[in-house]
């Protein structure tokens, strides 16, 4: 409806525009005159009055801005400014320049192995990882709440944001309820229905663009052989020749400049991914990717989109600081890599073969969940709204666990957050995890990491409340990679 | 034109039979009274929001008037315990107002904040929007209504037709702005708008900006 309006508010503004641009009977020769045209004009002031106020009325744009979360945002961007900026002195590199013939050659060369690149990495160590993100989150205090030691001394969290009670998080994942049978995680699921399911998916997947019955399928499972299908649908990603000449196009900057930040994916995915038994093979697959991603610039719509105020970090080309011309975003796509990050990509290898369709899923998916999980926003997706879950959930679902930890003094927030900042990544088992992502981009929220992480603890309750210290609660969560996500959903939502 | 509404003063309440004993009532109240002329043709409303979980507005039109409701508990916070909407920038038009309001004379705003973890609520940065419409047109309403759009139509035909330029040079105009339209597009609207990273090709950087 309000929709309508404005595009009846559009075209009276435009007819006008055209009227007044004509009524001058100046040449307008480019974008500058014809706004200054515009703004001489008496009309100008109403409009832009009315334009106000008919986008503000939606209201919706403005509601997750939040003065000191912005400012503890922006605080934190400086944080890691500095830190890469001493990261740079300390090894003695600019954070970009453009290679050599030479080495432009040897890139080319050594395009499907790129780790023959990456030179020294002894001197490189992560940006920050989760505890250091967690610190900072932490600290965030309203300076307009009234602390009463009393409430708010249970949580790690200080930051009242009023997430989704337990029974609206039952009514939401209602199709994981444990009553229907789900795709994926039943052992005795018989071959026939599977084969049904499976002509069902073959079947929306015919219609184009038909987005909503992807997710409703997705809801309870995606067959192994179809997920590739069903992600893209869901991401409204439609590899078409357009995509192969933007990842050239990509390719070609990786080619032509060296970025600092290429170490640290090569450093992460060296610490990371490679120490995984399943997931080394993908090494070359994920340089790939990470370098890709950090030379492209249609990410920082992430920053124009997330309204919480995030500012990717800047930087002056021939050393005139200051100088607005010779500003540019560093690195091109704004996103500085955390430890553990190249695990965000590293599940999508198993789904996707093609490095083209691999890259854009990725950046998609980044774009529209992950970047939230490393970023302060008061929205419900981002990490602050899922920590604030957590512990309500926790504190919901299983209060005599809750209050157990509170007795010994362990916050159970410090052992689940570096689970739900890599989106699990990394802990469980891939098939597991890649049936996690099927729900997160079904549901289109990351709600479900919260809920997950709490089913964890209470499947481990009883292991929980015999013992009394910090490093023993740390020892049972230490290894969760046999945990069969499903089925602990199920049983979590069936309480 | 923007009228800014500063508060002189908050109409303290306090219960009736103890004059003297402030309560904290969750609930405030701010008056203001124009000027000189009162506000007419009104637009809408814009201010910013304090952790102000609800809020009502009532108007006197003149100055024998009686205070007339035009906004009733209007929901400003998602939920008063938390934070969504605590620091919304608003914008009120006319439209989501009980009644349209013919002039205001005087506007009283009444805060609601049920929630007791806040320290303080307010609104800030409160501005009264109207059309300011020329005195030379003050006719009666109908005919004003269709004088205006002909006046419009008058204005932007004159100049256009006395001075038809040359049809090579229409062209030339139209081509120009044919090809602007193309380009806001581009910019604004396509799927994929790629920005280069580099200015002219260079993008050597020795160290990251702290502003």
């Not at chain 1, 509170?406 to 159970?412: E, G, L, S, T, W």
């Not at chain 2, 109240?29 to 102000?52: G, H, L, Q, R």
Request: aromatic share 12%.
């Amino acid at each position: 409806m309000t929709d309508k309006v404005d595009e009846k508010l559009k075209q009276t503004f435009l007819n006008q525009t055209q009227k007044i641009i004509i009524s001058t009977g100046k040449f307008v020769a480019d974008f500058q005159s014809l706004l200054k045209t515009i703004k001489q004009s008496d009309q100008y002031e109403y409009y832009q009055h009315l334009f106000k106020s008919t986008q503000v009325a939606s209201f919706d744009e403005h509601k997750y801005e939040i003065d000191y979360l912005k400012k503890g945002q922006s605080a934190w961007e400086k944080r890691i400014v500095k830190s890469l900026n001493t990261m740079c002195s300390e090894v003695n590199l600019p954070l970009a320049r453009q290679r050599n013939e030479n080495e432009m050659r040897s890139v080319r060369r050594h395009w499907n192995e790129l780790g023959h690149i990456c030179g020294d990495l002894n001197r490189f160590r992560p940006v920050y990882s989760a505890k250091d993100f967690l610190d900072v989150i932490c600290v965030l205090i309203n300076p307009n709440l009234k602390i009463d030691e009393s409430i708010w001394n249970c949580g790690l969290i200080k930051i009242p944001l009023v997430t989704k009670s337990f029974i609206e998080i039952k009514n939401l994942y209602s199709d994981l309820r444990p009553n229907l049978i789900q795709y994926c995680s039943d052992e005795t699921f018989n071959e026939v229905k599977e084969e049904e399911n499976i002509k069902l998916a073959l079947q929306i997947l015919e219609k184009k663009s038909n987005l909503n019955a992807a997710r409703e399928y997705a809801k309870r499972g995606c067959p192994t052989s179809l997920r590739g299908k069903l992600w893209s649908s869901m991401l409204d990603v439609d590899l078409s020749n357009w995509h192969v000449t933007y990842f050239n196009y990509l390719k070609q900057n990786v080619i032509d400049y060296d970025l600092l930040v290429d170490s640290l994916y090569f450093k992460d995915v060296k610490l990371t991914a490679v120490n995984d038994d399943q997931l080394f093979v993908f090494e070359d697959y994920l340089y790939q990717v990470l370098l890709l991603f950090s030379r492209d610039t249609y990410v920082q719509c992430c920053f124009t989109s997330s309204a919480s105020g995030c500012q990717p970090a800047r930087s002056f080309i021939k050393k005139k600081i200051g100088a607005e011309e010779c500003a540019v975003i560093y690195p091109p796509s704004g996103i500085i890599p955390f430890y553990g990050f190249s695990m965000l990509v590293a599940p999508m290898c198993f789904v996707f073969e093609d490095p083209v369709h691999l890259y854009f899923i990725f950046r998609q998916f980044y774009m529209k969940y992950f970047f939230d999980l490393h970023h302060i926003s008061a929205s419900p997706n981002a990490i602050v709204g899922l920590c604030v879950l957590f512990e309500s959930l926790l504190r919901q679902i299983s209060p005599d666990l809750w209050f157990h930890l509170q007795d010994i003094q362990v916050q159970p927030l410090r052992i689940a957050f570096k689970w739900m900042m890599r989106a699990f990544s990394g802990y469980l088992a891939s098939n597991q995890l890649l049936a996690l992502w099927d729900r997160i981009l079904a549901y289109d929220s990351l709600e479900i990491l919260s809920l997950l992480a709490v089913a964890i603890f209470v499947l481990r309750k009883g292991n929980v409340l015999t013992v009394t210290s910090e490093s023993a609660v740390e020892a049972i969560f230490s290894d969760i990679s046999s945990i069969k996500v499903i089925p602990l959903l199920q049983f979590i939502l069936g309480h | 034109m923007t009228t800014i509404i500063s508060f002189k003063e908050q109409t303290q309440l306090t219960l009736q039979d103890r004059p003297n004993a402030l309560i904290q009532s969750g609930c405030k109240m701010y008056t203001w009274k124009c000027s000189d002329a009162p506000i007419k043709n009104f637009t809408s409303i814009e201010f910013v929001n304090e952790y102000t979980a609800f809020l009502s507005i009532k108007i006197k039109q003149h100055a024998d008037d009686e205070w007339h409701v035009c906004l009733k508990r209007y929901r400003l916070m998602e939920s008063p315990h938390g934070e969504i909407g605590s620091n919304s920038h608003i914008t009120l038009d006319q439209k989501q107002l009980i009644f349209m309001p013919r002039a205001i004379y005087q506007i009283r705003f009444i805060l609601q904040q049920p929630s007791s973890i806040w320290k303080d609520f307010t609104i800030d940065n409160v501005k009264i929007h109207n059309q300011t419409i020329p005195i030379k047109d003050r006719k009666p309403s109908i005919e004003r209504l269709l004088a205006s759009t002909l006046i419009n139509d008058d204005q932007m035909a004159e100049p256009a037709f006395t001075n038809i330029p040359t049809m090579n040079e229409l062209s030339q105009h139209l081509q120009a702005m044919w090809a602007i339209c193309a380009k806001m597009q581009q910019s604004d609207y396509g799927p994929e708008h790629i920005k280069r990273f580099d200015i002219d090709g260079a993008y050597d950087l020795q160290i990251l900006s702290y502003t």
